[in-house]
């Protein structure tokens, strides 16, 4: 895995979560100056860093990012925006930068005013460990975590006529993830040469077919981030044609691959559940319907029980709001045909059963017979383990 050109970074503990063992702090300083965008949380109660990245995105002078988990500065008042404003200072301080040119991003328990002192030393430190080897890559990406079980990362390598592009992707994201960035996290670094409204658009677009295409639980969350920084050093000229079509697909590439990483680490989740709907009038008709099968309880206990009961994904279609009959449904289960034409199909239950609960992966395949619209949406199964690690989160 290599970090693009003109990036280096790291993270540590700091104290701000009591484990030593935890990484809790990360920062991430460009040498020069670098092309940023940033894609947010729908949610009307936002967190300071929210509210402060928003205002400096897009932007052609960004030069880095500073990360805390344990605690997401959301709900936290005036005091709150000050100290995400003086946690992009003190980032700031340590790469002579202006502060402006720092973002920042929180995530953990809400409610909590930061604990300055503790980041203000822990940025320090970690600019003194700055690296750009993979032990400081994992590093940066455990700096996010909350409730992940692992670190989440992906990578491509872009050639163009400019020469090769690097990007990496970063992620954090276990629960309280619903789509419309939805609490989790992602950076994307690259090296590549662009101006900012194209970097934006990049970036939006690759968000509706990843972040924007994932539950946990459903829960939209205050501090949903993904923000791009490119640092502009390969290439003499801003991306164009071929070179810059290729870009964009391995940005949205990587995007989707972090995606589909934070359900697959949901809090107790035992599968991984993609949800295809196919032949709908529109790409929204086909996104709410697979959001609805994806987000109920009942769809994901029958998959974490490894019962095929198609009787509960069709009802959950039929309550997402979008307009079709019942004949025109096919509905598949990891391949396997469990209703058509409004009536049910004969199938092997134990066989079927079988193949989900030995599987992580399970596939619902719904389609309907009203166009070509079609979108691809990933979530997981709901377990015990799942109440007993939210039940006891805070307390």
């Known amino acids: 895995m290599h970090l693009p050109d003109g990036f280096s970074l790291t993270g540590l503990h700091s104290g701000i979560k009591q484990d030593a063992t935890r990484e809790d702090i990360s920062l991430i300083i460009s040498e020069t100056e670098c092309t940023a965008a940033g894609v947010y949380t729908q949610n009307r109660v936002v967190a300071a860093p929210v509210l402060l990245d928003r205002e400096r995105t897009p932007s052609d002078s960004i030069r880095g990012i500073v990360i805390n988990s344990g605690n997401a500065n959301a709900c936290t008042g005036q005091q709150g925006r000050q100290n995400a404003e003086e946690m992009a200072r003190l980032a700031a301080a340590v790469c002579q930068a202006k502060a402006e040119q720092i973002l920042v991003l929180s995530t ?185 099968i994806a987000d109920s309880a009942l769809v994901k206990t029958a998959v974490a029980g490894a019962d095929p009961n198609w009787g509960r994904i069709v009802s959950a279609a039929g309550y997402a709001g979008i307009d079709f009959e019942p004949a025109d449904v096919e509905l598949r289960l990891n391949g396997i045909l469990l209703y058509q034409a409004g009536n049910p199909m004969p199938f092997d239950e134990e066989e079927t059963s079988a193949l989900i609960r030995h599987h992580r992966d399970t596939h619902i395949d719904f389609r309907l017979q009203q166009g070509e619209a079609a979108i691809r949406f990933w979530t997981c199964d709901l377990t015990a383990e799942y109440v007993h690690l939210n039940a006891d989160y805070h307390t």
């Open 108 to 292: 953990g328990i809400i409610g909590e005013a930061l604990p300055m002192k503790t980041i203000a030393d822990g940025i320090q430190r970690a600019a003194d460990q700055l690296g750009k080897e993979e032990e400081h890559i994992v590093a940066a990406a455990r700096g996010m975590m909350t409730t992940d079980t692992t670190h989440k990362l992906a990578s491509r390598t872009v050639n163009t006529q400019q020469g090769p592009i690097r990007i990496l992707g970063m992620a954090k994201g276990a629960a309280m993830i619903g789509p419309n960035m939805a609490t989790m996290l992602g950076v994307i670094l690259t090296d590549a040469k662009m101006d900012a409204a194209v970097a934006q658009q990049i970036l939006h677009d690759s968000v509706q077919e990843s972040f924007n295409c994932i539950s946990v639980e459903g829960h939209m969350s205050t501090n949903d981030t993904v923000l791009l920084l490119n640092s502009n050093r390969v290439g003499e000229n801003n991306l164009t044609g071929s070179d810059l079509q290729q870009f964009t697909t391995a940005v949205r590439d990587t995007c989707i691959e972090l995606a589909k990483a934070i359900p697959n680490d949901g809090e107790g989740a035992t599968h991984l559940i993609e949800v295809e709907v196919s032949g709908c009038r529109t790409r929204e008709d086909a996104h709410q319907l697979a959001k609805t």
